[in-house]
């Protein structure tokens, strides 16, 4: 069943980002029947289904969408961005060799992390995963580290495979790691 066809925004009253701002209670639903992004605004919500609606399955899958929380985490470090889970991720630097891409970390619980590359997605607010990988929180600067200094997209896809847990492979973008960005 495709996903982006028929798309529209919809309460969710149990989004993580919604405990604490009251207005971050929706989200998103395809023609599948599943909730993307819980813990957008309204507003957030139906830019999403104007900016994604008739994308391929692929596409809305690797979809990030950047939020404006008003709090800072980090000087220098934005924007903020929920991914399909609602996971709050931060994008913290631009890559230094991977074109477009920008190394990003969200908790995804107590002690698991979300690490990854995202690049913008050529509509405004809108990026996608280009790889990301879930580890044990205790790892993180590790990681973090070894994919800054990841040089080329084969070496990304080795970083991948090195990083990736068996029960939880990394997330390729569009299901191609030989196509990691140039």
Request: net charge negative.
């Amino acid at each position: 069943m495709a996903i982006g066809h028929d798309m529209q925004a919809v309460p969710a009253p149990t989004a993580p980002l919604g405990a604490s701002d009251a207005t971050r209670r929706w989200c998103v639903v395809g023609d599948d029947g599943q909730a993307r992004w819980p813990g957008l605004t309204r507003v957030e919500a139906d830019a999403v289904c104007a900016a994604l609606g008739g994308s391929a399955d692929a596409r809305v899958k690797a979809a990030l969408i950047q939020v404006d929380l008003g709090v800072v985490i980090s000087d220098g470090a934005g924007p903020y961005l929920v991914d399909a889970d609602g996971v709050l991720v931060l994008v913290l630097d631009l890559h230094a060799h991977i074109a477009r891409g920008h190394i990003t970390m969200g908790q995804v619980g107590e002690r698991r992390t979300r690490i990854g590359l995202v690049r913008g997605a050529g509509h405004e607010g809108i990026w996608e995963w280009v790889v990301q990988v879930q580890i044990d929180a205790a790892d993180r600067v590790a990681v973090l580290d070894q994919l800054a200094a990841v040089e080329t997209a084969p070496a990304l896809v080795r970083w991948c495979e090195d990083v990736g847990l068996s029960d939880n492979p990394p997330y390729l973008a569009y299901g191609r790691p030989q196509r990691c960005p140039d």
